[in-house]
């Protein structure tokens, strides 16, 4: 492999350092003096020169990327194919991957995780709108920038949807911790091979773990295919419902059960966003398909391609012979093992009929009665929109008088409204009854540490905001549990200083350093500006303090933009998206032509803003939030194209009520063509293109056809 470092290309392209290497390509960090800019440069390895696939898969990633144009993907600049060297030009993106801050923080808070998942979902559906499928989304292809940011790359394995349909040469491919079960078979992948890895990306960040392990890359495979990964909340308790619900529907085996498309799966994020407490109506890890079981040597994961050692005939039924024979007194051993425990493991389980809990009242029947607690293990999920009673059972599953073995899972849903009062009874709780009592009400427990001369160790001192207090569902609740060690500190006050002193400081007092995270902040550059533990507050000798650390780039600036509206004389809606997030809107506002002015606020360098009308983009632009006030640049001010809801109940109308229709809706522009049709009746519309979901907006001047039907077929 030839190091490029300290050349140029082609005159114009100053290669300064290696920044990751890959399978098939070196990514370097380079200067390009025409434009002026720092870019990152990936070249093929030259031992991939002569191997046409590579060299396909390689131009793939151009041709990809170069129809992309979207702020959470990665921008191509150019690109060169020669006979002796191949490289593609891109944006160089100043950050680390989604892996690795995965790796730093264990676990992602589930808000960070959402921010994130917003992002990529936006730039998947930008692709999938081109016909792009990307194929290998994992973390290590995600880029995370200092502002939060977040870079979709490497479409090395991507394709063109509408236009190649092979089978990926029959072997998956795709990271096999990542890869949906239709990749792991080595089938024909659409949009919803995607929507899988990041149901995968999404169960990690949250978990911190990946839904299947194994030391080796086909088990992985296997279990992609057959198992049903752990339930995100076994992981995680505090992690609100709707969350997992998202991230299991992305990951259902059958791609009919997953979203239809990732703008589908940000709408359910959005909608999460707008109240954590939502519940979604799906269903967990429904089996319905019988188990697939997957032929040695016939479907091939990333890195496990296809051999096959041909042998003569006659040493093949020798070994399968021989095999067999093995296989046969293994499979008697077990037989009688399994025929020895059973004895003793029937014992043990016993079924127990489960009662009908429907119209009970969790907390005041069930939660305390160890008739029910002794025999089954509950889990309690919440609905939020019935008007009964706060605890009232609405649901179970296992049903009443089914046959369960003892201590099985028992699911609950029952009432919860919209706050929770805090009673008085968690007071003389110890921790774990605390931390069940408020997961069981639709909050979030916080434990903390306080040394009490009078109450037992262990037991609940108090709780902040206090008992008798009314919390929201999703909401933090503090416990203080009781120590009678006095081997807890006060954390002192590390907020303005240097990393290093509150290193010091911590040492000082016991405590230890525990994740620096750097943030936007109008402080002085390495100054802390947040600590995990606020000063004061009691905890146990050798705790880990968080801290936050300023970069010195202000948090956040404004800027005031002016805006022409469209000289349509109708009312309208105006709204303004900050970084792809709705930031203003003005409803009602008079479209006459006239410039406004409108303040919008934001972080980063790298920002953009759009302003629309009606869903129709009238302006965009880049801002750099980080001087003050912030600086406005390649503003683009876009044509108004007038955008309505196209109607989806066409098929079957006449021709003149489809044409009048589509007029009613704003479409004046309508093709006609007739066909044949045995089952819709002549003069009648058959299809129409492009087709409604019923909420689907496009430009009114967009041209509708429509197939009308002559009758049946003459023959």
């Not at 006979?83 to 992602?108: N, P, S, W």
């Not at 978990?207 to 995680?236: C, E, H, N, W, Y």
């Not at 500190?489 to 230890?512: F, M, N, R, T, Y």
Request: net charge negative.
């Amino acid at each position: 492999m030839e190091n490029f470092c300290g050349k140029r290309l082609d005159g114009r392209y100053e290669i300064r350092e290696i920044i990751g290497v890959g399978g098939m390509a070196v990514v370097y960090k380079a200067y390009d003096n025409i434009d002026d800019r720092i870019v990152a440069i990936k070249i093929l390895k030259d031992e991939y020169l002569t191997n046409e696939d590579f060299k396909r898969r390689f131009k793939n990633e151009s041709k990809a990327i170069a129809v992309l144009s979207h702020p959470n993907i990665v921008r191509v600049y150019n690109v060169s194919f020669g006979d002796r060297l191949q490289y593609i030009v891109m944006e160089y993106v100043d950050g680390i991957t989604l892996k690795e801050y995965i790796e730093q923080q264990g676990v992602i808070n589930w808000k960070e995780a959402v921010h994130f998942m917003g992002q990529i979902l936006a730039a998947l559906q930008h692709a999938h709108d081109k016909g792009i499928v990307h194929q290998d989304i994992k973390p290590q292809n995600i880029m995370l920038l200092q502002d939060g940011t977040i870079k979709v790359t490497d479409f090395g394995i991507a394709r063109f949807s509408r236009v190649d349909n092979d089978t990926t040469s029959e072997n998956a491919i795709g990271s096999v911790h990542y890869i949906s079960p239709e990749q792991a078979r080595g089938e024909m992948t659409d949009d919803k091979a995607d929507i899988y890895s990041v149901g995968v990306v999404m169960y990690e960040m949250l978990t911190g773990k990946l839904p299947f392990q194994s030391d080796s890359a086909v088990s992985v495979a296997l279990m992609q295919l057959q198992q049903d990964p752990k339930r995100p909340r076994d992981i995680i308790p505090t992690l609100p419902l709707g969350l997992e619900q998202i991230t299991i529907r992305a990951m259902q085996k059958n791609p009919n059960d997953r979203y239809g498309s990732a703008a589908e799966m940000l709408m359910d994020i959005n909608e999460f966003k707008r109240n954590p407490a939502v519940k979604f109506n799906y269903t967990y890890f429904v089996d319905q398909e019988p188990t697939k079981f997957v032929r040695t040597g016939g479907t091939a994961t990333r890195g496990q391609v296809n051999q096959r050692n041909e042998k003569p005939e006659t040493e093949s039924k020798s070994i399968n012979k021989t095999t067999a024979i093995m296989l046969g007194a293994i499979a008697g051993v077990v037989v009688l093992i399994l025929i020895i425990a059973g004895i003793f493991i029937g014992v043990g389980n016993q079924k127990v009929e489960v009662p009908n809990f429907v119209n009970l009242n969790y907390y005041e029947d069930i939660e305390n009665n160890k008739e029910y607690t002794d025999k089954f293990e509950f889990v309690v999920e919440f609905d939020v929109n019935s008007t009964l009673e706060d605890g009232t059972v609405l649901d179970q599953t296992p049903s009443a008088s089914e046959k369960v073995k003892k201590h099985s899972e028992i699911k609950l849903i029952i009432v919860k409204k919209n706050n929770v009062v805090i009673d008085s009874s968690i007071l003389g709780m110890n921790e774990e009854q605390a931390r069940t009592y408020l997961i069981n009400r639709g909050v979030i427990p916080t434990i903390k540490y306080e040394f009490s001369e009078t109450i037992a160790p262990g037991i609940v001192l108090k709780t902040s905001p206090e008992v008798g207090s009314s919390v929201k569902i999703g909401g933090e609740v503090i416990v203080y549990v009781a120590t009678d060690k006095e081997e807890t500190v006060k954390v002192p006050e590390l907020i303005g200083c240097s990393k290093e002193v509150a290193e010091q400081l911590l040492k000082a007092s016991d405590l230890v350093l525990g994740t620096v995270t750097e943030v936007n902040s109008d402080l002085e550059a390495g100054v802390v500006v947040k600590q995990s533990i606020e000063k004061d507050e009691s905890v146990p000798v050798g705790s880990k303090i968080d801290i936050e650390v300023s970069t010195g780039i202000p948090a956040e600036s404004s800027v005031d933009i002016k805006v022409n509206l469209p000289a349509v004389n109708k009312s309208g809606v105006l709204k303004i998206y900050v970084n792809n997030e709705l930031f203003f809107t003005s409803n009602e506002l008079y479209l006459d032509g006239a410039e406004k002015t409108y303040t919008i606020k934001g972080s980063g360098a790298d920002s953009s803003y759009v302003v629309m009308v009606d869903d129709s983009p009238i302006q965009k632009g880049k801002v750099d939030f980080t001087k003050s006030p912030a600086v406005v640049s390649g503003v683009e001010n876009i044509a108004y194209e007038s955008v309505a809801i196209l109607p989806n109940n066409l098929v079957g109308k006449t021709k003149s009520e489809a044409i009048s229709q589509l007029n009613a809706a704003g479409f004046a522009n309508v093709e006609i063509v007739e066909s044949p049709s045995d089952a819709i009746e002549s003069g009648c519309v058959i299809a129409q293109d492009p087709v409604s979901d019923g909420t689907t907006k496009i430009p009114t001047s967009t041209t509708i056809k429509l197939t009308i039907s002559t009758g049946p077929n003459a023959e």
